[in-house]
């Protein structure tokens, strides 16, 4: 298995809904990361997971919280976002922390907030 | 981590050869060159890195200059499914940044 697999690809949430994206590989792979991308623009990264802890946040706001319950998963609890954080939301993951290793990205999460 | 920087878009011919340069003068010693490419309504798809040497994958061909400051992306022979948005990235540290991109457009 080579992929980064990333659920639900679709997602309408009103402002006052609590939802989550998950992501999920099963390569081993011990680093794990959160980006957002914003129409016609590049990713950014949000946070990076490494060994199932969080190891940098991008000062990414509180509505935003992120979890690895174990190696293979990730998730991005959502809650009182706003309009402007409509966005394709994209999981990646790499063998290890450090630039010697390429992102396996996942295809992404469209959110949209209304 | 230091900057790329990319032209905003090329064009190339199918099954011609595509070069896509990327200037890095800011470049430090332990900077990894990193290219991805992302298709339309796709994730960001991993082509190719390397340190110092050229590198060579199934994908495509990665030229880094002596002195580092810059690099090509080389396509050997381009398809239609190649056009996309490339990504020039200097990586030394726990993140990827991504500038821009150069948008390929293939023509048949």
């Known amino acids: 298995d080579t992929e980064v697999t990333q659920t639900p690809k679709h997602l309408v949430m009103g402002m006052t809904n609590k939802k989550s994206l998950k992501c999920e590989q099963h390569m081993g792979h011990r680093a794990m990361y959160w980006y957002k991308q914003k129409a016609k623009k590049p990713p950014e990264l949000m946070f990076v997971?490494?060994?199932?802890?969080?190891?940098i946040n991008e000062s990414v706001p509180s509505r935003f919280s992120p979890e690895c319950p174990n190696s293979s998963l990730l998730n991005l609890h959502l809650h009182a976002l706003q309009p402007e954080d409509s966005a394709l939301y994209l999981c990646?993951?790499?063998?290890?922390?450090?630039?010697?290793?390429?992102?396996?990205f996942g295809s992404g999460t469209r959110l949209t907030v209304v | 981590d230091a900057k790329t920087t990319q032209p905003n878009s090329m064009e190339s011919n199918e099954e011609e050869p595509v070069h896509l340069p990327c200037n890095h003068s800011?470049?430090?010693?332990?900077?990894?060159i990193h290219w991805y490419r992302q298709l339309p309504s796709q994730g960001p798809e991993y082509v190719i890195h390397g340190l110092t040497s050229n590198v060579n994958n199934r994908m495509a061909s990665l030229a880094i200059a002596e002195d580092r400051k810059s690099s090509t992306l080389i396509l050997h022979r381009a398809t239609l499914r190649d056009a996309a948005v490339y990504y020039c990235?200097?990586?030394?540290?726990?993140?990827?940044?991504f500038g821009e991109g150069t948008q390929l457009t293939v023509n048949p």
């Open positions: 990646a993951s790499s063998q290890d922390r450090g630039p010697l290793y390429g992102y396996t």
């Open positions: 997971y490494s060994y199932e802890k969080l190891s």
């Open positions: 990235i200097l990586s030394s540290g726990s993140r990827l940044t």
């Open positions: 800011t470049i430090s010693g332990t900077d990894y």
